[in-house]
């Protein structure tokens, strides 16, 4: 007779993706920070408003740029702006799975000792979840 397999516990095929998918969202968003820090501090540096004289075929003239003008940070700070927005609404999704026993292995709802008569970590839930939807709602592109 062929040897039966121990059955195993229950595990879902595949994590959540606020736990799979962390270093792909979180690499995202940290290369969306430095695109905006490289864009602020060049910025910043080629502020002017200072005119540019030039003589052309024996001419002179003064041309005025706009090397003052903040688009290129607008932009900039839009990406930020979604980048901080992604990262708060992968926060959230960590939480609710800390405190989620079908997420959790098992451990008890929201992390409280007696579910029910302790609110575990349900403040940081609603805190984060708050927070996030706040995020979300105001995450839109304001450069243009």
């Not at 864009?39 to 200072?50: P, Y």
């Not at 992390?111 to 996030?132: F, R």
Request: charged letters at 15%; hydrophobic letters at 45%; proline letters at 6%.
């Amino acid at each position: 007779a062929r040897a039966k397999r121990p059955a195993e516990p229950f595990r879902p095929l595949q994590e959540v993706y606020s736990i799979r998918c962390a270093p792909q969202v979180l690499g995202a968003c940290r290369d969306q920070t430095d695109y905006a820090g490289r864009v602020v501090e060049a910025e910043a540096n080629g502020v002017s408003d200072n005119p540019f004289f030039c003589a052309a075929r024996g001419k002179a003239a003064v041309v005025h740029g706009g090397n003052f003008h903040g688009q290129q940070v607008g932009f900039a700070a839009d990406a930020l702006n979604a980048a901080l927005t992604q990262a708060a609404l992968l926060a959230d999704r960590q939480v609710d799975a800390l405190g989620n026993p079908a997420i959790n292995g098992g451990a008890p709802l929201l992390l409280a000792w007696e579910p029910g008569a302790g609110s575990g970590i349900a403040g940081a839930q609603i805190c984060a979840t708050a927070v996030a939807a706040e995020m979300r709602g105001l995450c839109q592109h304001h450069a243009v």
